[in-house]
Nanobody, 118 residues
Framework: QVQLVESGGGTVQPGGSLRLSCAASGFTFSVYAMTWYRQLPGKEREWVAF????????NYADSVKGRFTISRDNAKNTVYLQMSSLKPEDTAKYYC???????????WGQGTQVTVSS
């Protein structure tokens, strides 16, 4: 059974940082690229960051480029999202999934809420 468990969200002031984690199980993690997404209530999910199977290649949405860093640890079946210089517009629920954007390969996890507010 595939599981994607996101964690690390919280409330942070503008300019702050957070590190999100996504623990994957039930599939061969190392053969999949991984993508982080985010979603606001009533809006479509949008991709944020992508990382290749090996971790060598990454890509970011323009809105987060230079502020967010995606990484992965294939030994731990975990993908991370380091978020810095956070802005109120980064407020959303964040999800990870296998494969390149825009469609996740598996059912979505519960996500982790990030709120950026003073």
């Amino acid at each position: 059974q595939v599981q994607l468990v996101e964690s690390g969200g919280g409330t942070v002031q503008p300019g702050g940082s957070l590190r999100l984690s996504c623990a994957a199980s039930g599939f061969t993690f190392s053969v999949y690229a991984m993508t982080w997404y985010r979603q606001l209530p009533g809006k479509e999910r949008e991709w944020v960051a992508f990382i290749s199977r090996s971790g060598v290649n990454t890509n970011y949405a323009d809105s987060v480029k230079g502020r967010f860093t995606i990484s992965r640890d294939n030994a731990k079946n975990t993908v991370y999202l380091q978020m810095s210089s956070l802005k109120p517009e980064d407020t959303a629920k964040y999800y990870c999934n296998a494969g390149p954007p825009p469609y996740g390969a598996y059912s979505w996890g519960q996500g982790t809420q990030v709120t950026v507010s003073s």
